[in-house]
């Protein structure tokens, strides 16, 4: 419903029906609250509602006198359910509101919507950049998510509205050692053992090109462009574009959001956003994960990567599941779908879409290993081996050797637990030509060969 929902609210937007968009939009949003995408729509639809005049309705601080005194309601009594939704209908008034939408980061926080609550926060500092309160919530954010160069801007623009505030000036010294010491000091690698990018190599040799006529720089010569024509989309898509290669995501990001501003939702915009967002909560896992490694014990840094692991999970099921349903011929999306089903063990979800992907011969393989495991994890055992064995003329050891002694693997654990101990040998030996050390595949083997019975068997 929420995905209808907001498929209705983008068919709307080029017949410039706000108001139409925004109730679509909104509906969205309180069906599925943690879904950034919705958030981002409603919002910037808003703004264009009211012409980016940064002030909303005529006399709208009057109409929204009711509003706040709901909202303060919802804020002591800590109902933040109450004070997201209140927040969410003010700014339907005045989407610029600093109020409102702290109302809602703080709401979207203390819930768990984390992406939301810092797309509303930072949405609050384009109107009160130096707002203390939403740059110390916004920063303390970050550093949660170990996106310690983010969190020190915010500490900054802190320090400099407050020159003598202390705990600004000792979080920006720590958080600037932490993230040498996280990260290495590679600004821009893909994870901790990443390279520098191009960008900080140079930045760190002191070759930082100082001239910035046209022609010098590509930056240089897009951000001219886009002063000249801050109406033009395409220049914000391309400086996205040019600081994404250069690794520099946050950077790539702030101008696909502009650019989604500029050009009322696009949709072709919208889906660069999502794959740079996807790409920096990816880098952010992954930083999370190598700081877990380097600390094993710490079970706060395990529980990080673990939640950080569980809402980039959550994002690409959003994110995928749209474009499935706006590209339905797209059999790749589909068995990625299904892949992301799988791992939250939506075993009925993922299996017609697996089903359907199989029909691509470049997936047929992979696709029919993994749909045979969804039957086998549903309890359907003997669909499980009819997909096993439908695969295992698609898969050749020389073309994709892991996948190869995944499908014998499970093959033999299948023929186990159906009693067809003849084949399941068969399917061990197979995995062990290839691999000896492959998982328990000896002593399953040895198991079996001295064992008619065949014993108990774990999941495939």
């Known amino acids: 419903m929420a995905a209808e929902c907001w498929k209705r609210g983008n068919e709307a937007l080029p017949k410039e029906n706000w108001d139409y968009a925004i109730q679509m939009y909104s509906q969205a949003v309180k069906f599925v609250p943690g879904n950034l995408t919705y958030r981002q729509s409603l919002r910037f639809t808003e703004y264009k509602k009211f012409d980016n005049n940064g002030s909303g309705a005529k006399m709208a601080s009057m109409k929204l006198m009711g509003t706040r005194t709901s909202t303060k309601r919802f804020r002591m009594n800590k109902d933040w359910k109450s004070l997201n939704d209140a927040a969410e209908e003010g700014l339907k008034v005045n989407p610029w509101d600093v109020q409102l939408g702290t109302d809602v980061g703080d709401a979207c926080r203390e819930l768990g919507y984390q992406e939301c609550a810092i797309f509303a926060y930072e949405e609050v500092l384009k109107v009160e950049k130096a707002n203390i309160d939403v740059n110390k919530s916004l920063a303390g954010l970050l550093e ?200 939250v063990q939506k075993w009925q979800q993922a299996i017609p879409l697996f089903q359907q992907s199989r029909g691509d011969p470049r997936l047929k393989g992979e696709a029919l290993v993994k749909l045979g495991k969804c039957f086998c994890y549903d309890k359907k055992m003997a669909l499980g081996i009819r997909q096993f064995e439908a695969a295992m003329p698609e898969v050749k050891f020389e073309d994709q050797p892991d996948l190869y002694k995944e499908l014998h693997y499970s093959a033999g654990i299948v023929y186990q637990e159906l009693k067809n101990l003849k084949a399941a040998e068969d399917e061990y030996q197979k995995v062990l030509e290839v691999d000896y050390s492959y998982k328990d595949a000896v002593d399953r083997l040895n198991k079996l060969q001295g064992d008619t019975e065949g014993g108990s068997v774990p999941d495939v």
């Open 144 to 343: 949660e998510r170990g996106e310690y160069q983010r969190a020190v801007e915010c500490w900054q623009r802190i320090l400099k509205a407050e020159p003598t505030n202390g705990e600004a000036r000792s979080k920006i010294t720590s958080l600037g050692a932490k993230s040498v010491l996280d990260r290495g000091g590679y600004e821009g690698a893909d994870s901790t053992k990443g390279v520098m990018a191009a960008h900080e190599v140079a930045k760190r040799l002191g070759k930082t090109n100082q001239q910035d006529g046209p022609g010098v720089s590509v930056e240089a010569d897009l951000q001219r462009a886009i002063r000249k024509e801050p109406a033009n989309k395409d220049n914000y898509v391309k400086l996205a574009d040019y600081y994404r290669r250069e690794g520099q995501l946050d950077k790539a990001e702030e101008q696909l959001l502009k650019a989604l501003e500029v050009a009322s939702n696009d949709l072709g915009i919208r889906e660069l956003l999502e794959d740079v967002q996807l790409d920096l909560m990816k880098k952010t896992h992954e930083i999370a994960k190598e700081q877990f490694r380097t600390n094993p014990a710490d079970q706060t840094l395990k529980q990080r990567a673990a939640e950080l692991g569980n809402e980039l999970l959550k994002r690409q099921l959003e994110i995928l599941a749209s474009r499935v349903d706006r590209y339905p011929a797209d059999m790749r999306m589909k068995f990625d779908l299904a892949s992301c089903y799988m791992k």
